[in-house]
Each structure stands twice: as C-alpha cells, then as structure tokens.
C-alpha cells in the first residue's frame, strides 16, 4: 500500500502543520485518534470528522474509549462500589482497549479502512498518569497497538473545559472528579487538580510529530474546518479506496453499526 501520509508532517504547535521532510509510511489502513481535556469538545469533531469521511465514500469505523461491553459490567461494579484504585482503573481501561482493538480496530484496518478512534492509549497516559501510575506500566499495556498515523489534540484553556463540565450541574462523579485521589473532599476542586495534572502531562505528549494540536476555541463549525483542513493537509484522501458496494465486510463497515462480535461468532 502507498503512503497516504504527506510529506509534510511535522507539528508547529498551532493546529497547523510545518513543512518537514519526513513521511510516515502506512502499512495498512488509516488510523486517527482523537485526544483532549474533557470538555474540549473533541467528541463531536470526532463524530463530524467520521460523517465527512463516510460522506465520502471511504470505509470509516468509530469507537469510543470505554465502550466495550464486555468489560462494562466490571467498570459498573467497581465504580458503583467506589473500590477503584488507579492500577486497577488502569487496568479495566487497558482490557476495554484490547477488546475493541482486536474486534474493531485492527480488523478494520486490515482491511485498509480508516479508524476514527475518540480517545487513545495518550487518554491513559494522561488520566492515569495524573493518579501516579507510571508511564513504563501505562505504554506497556498498551505496546500491542500500533501508534496512531496522526492524533488531534484539541486544546482548550483548563478553565474553559471545567466552565463547560460543570455548568448547571448541582455536582461531579465520584471518579470523574478525582475523590479517589483524597487530594480534598470538595468534587469541584479535587476536579480542577485531576484536569490541571492531566493537561499538563497532555501538553509534554504534544511534543510527538505525530499530535497535532487543534485550536478547540471557536463555534463548532470552525473548529471542523480546523480539522478537515489538517486532514487534508496531512493525509492523501484520494488515495483511500472506496468502498467496493459488493463487498459485504465493506458495507458493514461503511454503516459502522454492526456488531463485531455477531460478525465473530458466524465465522
């Protein structure tokens, strides 16, 4: 397969990419993962960003980060009884990424489709990192996954996502604020110490090439066009072939709504 990633990829910090003179060869498929503090708004850019590829005409799957059913149960369980502690937290979330990595992802990708993932093993590194896991354990865990060919790291300001977050709502989750911690017992201000540890190690990860930092400010429909334009920037779309309407894996994945495991189990 021909690299689809341009030449010029290197990150300049903006949301934009510097001229360079390295390209990242893609063995099979296209994969893009989406990263950002919570209330980034990075979600919604990932689900545009999915709509506007499959709009046109390219095989697309979306997957979200804690999303698999089979480890739902035991997330519900530990946190419902508040017995979570970060290396276990970790752990549920590295066994989440495997289950959707073997089922989703990669069958996707070898088949030369494009993966949209709405969070990364850098959610990992970030979130479990700010409750002290180290970063050995973490990239460890997550070492059977191949790197992303470009992450979008939507940046906002830590006190713009926690004003969205928490905006008409009377508290916080108990992990989503970070009690788990004990760094205090007010959910609003252990929350403000979890997002600012997490941004801070965001900020160190975007000093890979391969993140490209999104300006995450603006209406919705600016951000998008912020995002397709480094899309089209960095990756040679029109070398993506379409989707063949015979092909019954193709067209599966096209609508993106199937159920792997169903898929699994015929086979």
């Known amino acids: 397969m021909n690299s689809i990633v341009k030449e010029s990829a290197v990150n300049d910090g903006r949301g ?10 893609i063995s099979q498929g296209l994969l893009i993962a989406v990263e950002g503090m919570d209330g980034s708004g990075k979600s919604t850019q990932a689900m545009l960003l999915f709509n506007w590829i499959r709009a046109l005409g390219l095989p697309v799957h979306h997957t979200e980060w804690n999303s698999s059913p089979v480890v739902a149960a035991a997330t519900k369980a530990g946190k419902d009884s508040k017995r979570l502690k970060p290396q276990t937290f970790h752990l549920i979330h590295a066994a989440d990424f495997a289950d959707r990595w073997s089922k989703q992802i990669e069958p996707m990708l070898e088949v030369g489709g494009i993966v949209i993932c709405d969070r990364y093993k850098f959610t990992a590194m970030a979130r479990d990192g700010a409750r002290g896991v180290e970063r050995e354990i973490i990239e460890s865990n997550y070492s059977f996954a191949r790197e992303p060919d470009i992450t979008l790291y939507f940046d906002i300001p830590p006190e713009i996502g926690y004003d969205r977050i928490v905006k008409g709502r009377p508290t916080l989750k108990y992990y989503e604020a970070g009690l788990d911690m004990g760094w205090t017992f007010d959910p609003f201000e252990s929350y403000k110490i979890l997002q600012s540890k997490i941004k801070a190690i965001y900020d160190g990860l975007v000093e890979d090439e391969r993140i490209v930092r999104v300006d995450a400010l603006g209406t919705v429909t600016e951000v998008q066009s912020r995002v ?9 779309i029109e070398k993506i072939q379409p989707i063949d309407e015979n092909d019954r894996m193709a067209e599966m994945i096209r609508m993106s709504s199937f159920d792997w495991g169903t898929l699994e189990e015929g086979q």
């Open 228 to 236: 397709r334009t480094l899309i089209k920037q960095y990756v040679d």
């Open 16 to 25: 934009t990419l510097a001229d360079g003179d390295q390209k990242f060869p």
